[in-house]
């Protein structure tokens, strides 16, 4: 069975930072990758989706890469804002989707 | 679209009671998944359907969870008998299809259940 970690499981920075949330996986057998945000009492918003042909994609500040040969996934926020803080969840795309449990963002103003 | 639309929000029951939730995908959407939240677990797929059929329900706990989709605008989880260890959060998603962007999981504000 897919196994998906996320580590650290909480992260705290100052306005301003560059950051990166990492995402590792133990199967290479992957469709594609998502990674997903998570406000307190709401449900996910999709961010990025990588397929497994693809290194990365972007959104703004967003930048998401793929390493599947390697089974990892990064998530790249530039200039953080406090409205990034938030819980920061991947998934990836084997026979169904496999959920890692996600890293609790605090961007402090 | 307004997007995949669960009801209720929030749900408080006892032990013993049938709690049914719903679910309304966005239209267009050939997929349907419902999840289950906690913080022991996770996310879990609990069952997943494809034109209102279901493909795989391995993720069902038990038999007192059931889910149906009579067609392709709403779903329904229902838990009969419900007990404590269900309290948590149920999400349905949605997604257009498969292959390349397709895949991508739009997810509804979930209910939070409680069974007392």
């Known amino acids: 069975k897919q196994e998906v970690t996320q580590i650290p499981a909480a992260l705290s920075v100052p306005e301003g930072e560059n950051l990166v949330l990492n995402c590792s996986f133990t199967d290479s057998a992957i469709y594609n990758l998502q990674w997903f945000r998570q406000d307190p009492g709401k449900g996910l918003t999709s961010l990025l989706l990588?397929?497994?042909?693809?290194r990365e994609q972007t959104s703004g500040r967003l930048n998401a890469s793929l390493d599947k040969s390697s089974g990892r996934s990064t998530l790249y926020i530039a200039a953080s804002q406090p409205g990034d803080s938030a819980t920061y969840l991947c998934a990836v795309k084997g026979n169904q989707f496999y959920f890692g449990t996600g890293t609790s963002l605090t961007v402090i103003p | 679209d307004a997007g995949v639309i669960q009801s209720p929000r929030h749900e408080v029951t006892e032990m013993g009671q049938e709690v049914t939730l719903r679910c309304k995908p966005i239209s267009g959407h050939d997929y349907l998944f419902w999840y289950r939240q906690t913080m022991m677990r996770g996310l879990e797929l609990l069952i997943y359907f494809n034109n209102n059929v279901p493909i795989d329900d391995s993720g069902m706990p038990e038999d007192r969870f059931s889910a149906k989709m009579p067609n392709a605008s709403f779903s329904t989880l229902k838990i009969q008998p419900s007990e404590p260890r269900d309290s948590a959060v149920y999400f349905c998603?949605?997604?257009?299809?498969?292959?390349?962007?397709?895949?991508?999981?739009?997810f509804g504000s979930g209910t939070q259940l409680s069974v007392l």
């Open positions: 998603a949605s997604s257009l299809g498969q292959g390349t962007t397709n895949e991508k999981l739009l």
């Open positions: 990588i397929q497994s042909s693809q």
